[in-house]
């Protein structure tokens, strides 16, 4: 095997090994690290959700003069990709609807993630497709906005991504790993998890709180480790 199929070879069970991480333990890893992914107010629109893949960046900003458009990104984006969207957290137009869920869900996307609001909520629910955003209103973004922007750093939640970084959500919101640091952050948080875990085992085995803790280093899992 090539040193370049190796390495793609590696990424991908890195992205499966953090795909089955919550996003809780990866935030204390982002932590711990010193990085800062943890994407503010941008949640699941319903429960039971999960997405985990490259970040497909798009930004949009309100029109000018001339006439708005929410754009056909949709037939650029590839399998496996989550679509991140930046529309600098507006809550008074929506840059996706039912259209763009039908044709990502048929398309195999990972899911979207978007700084600001959704709308046709039903459509995804009914189809499981992963969506999350700061929140949900039915009016439109169509001569309202425009697309700037596709595949630069974006906003997402005061979090800056790159198109390629890694975006994991489930029930308590959404995280951003770099690409470069992907392997690092996994580590740090299934070793996270795995302390977690064991404690939880060592109190249903009898033991304190305070003791199970005081065992996994509990309380300094998530501080910055020094350079």
Known sequence: MSAAKKGGADAAATLKILAGLSTSGVSDALDRLGIAGQCFRVMPIFPGVRLCG??????????????????????????????AIDNAGRTDCTVWGDILTDTAARRGIAGTVIH??????DRSREMGYPLFATGHWMRTGKDRVHLVATNEPVDIGGVLVAAGDILLGDDNGVVAVPAARLAEVTETAAAIEAA??????????????????????????????KN
């Open 54 to 83: 490259p970040a497909f960046t798009l930004r949009y900003q309100p029109i000018g003069i001339e006439g708005g458009t929410v754009g056909d990104f949709i037939d650029d984006v590839p399998p496996g990709a989550v679509v």
């Open 196 to 225: 977690e875990e064991r404690i939880r085992a060592a109190i249903a085995e009898g033991s304190s709180l305070r003791e199970a803790r005081a065992a996994q280093g509990y309380h300094a899992l998530q501080s910055r480790t």
């Open 116 to 121: 600001g609001i959704c709308r046709d909520v």
